[in-house]
Nanobody
Framework: QVQLVESGGGLVQAGGSLRLSCTAS????????MAWFRRAPGKEREFLVA????????NYADSVKDRFTISRDNAKNTVYMQMDSLRPEDTAVYYC?????????WGQGTQVTVSS
């Protein structure tokens, strides 16, 4: 089963940008659909965006559509999420997920904090 490590989180001012990365190891990355989720303090985990194996199909949650962009580089076993026009309400721990049939793997998360 694939192992995932997220990076790229940090502290940013409102209106700023960050790019998160999620690098996979221990599996065939190109066979997995990938997704990003987040969990804000006191809230349920929230789906953000998913990308299929080839990168040809992408689905965004309305809350981040037009501000966040997902991409993947199968040669580097990495999925990215470019986050622009960040808002204080985007403050959360961000997780990537790899899915293949019934298999599902999660990273440890990376903290994103947006100051007003």
């Amino acid at each position: 089963q694939v192992q995932l490590v997220e990076s790229g989180g940090g502290l940013v001012q409102a209106g700023g940008s960050l790019r998160l990365s999620c690098t996979a190891s221990g599996g065939y990355f190109s066979t997995y659909s990938m997704a990003w989720f987040r969990r804000a303090p006191g809230k349920e985990r929230e789906f953000l965006v998913a990308i299929n194996r080839s990168g040809g199909t992408i689905n965004y949650a309305d809350s981040v559509k037009d501000r966040f962009t997902i991409s993947r580089d199968n040669a580097k076993n990495t999925v990215y999420m470019q986050m622009d026009s960040l808002r204080p309400e985007d403050t959360a721990v961000y997780y990537c997920n790899a899915a293949l049939g019934a298999l599902s793997s999660w990273g440890q998360g990376t903290q994103v904090t947006v100051s007003s």
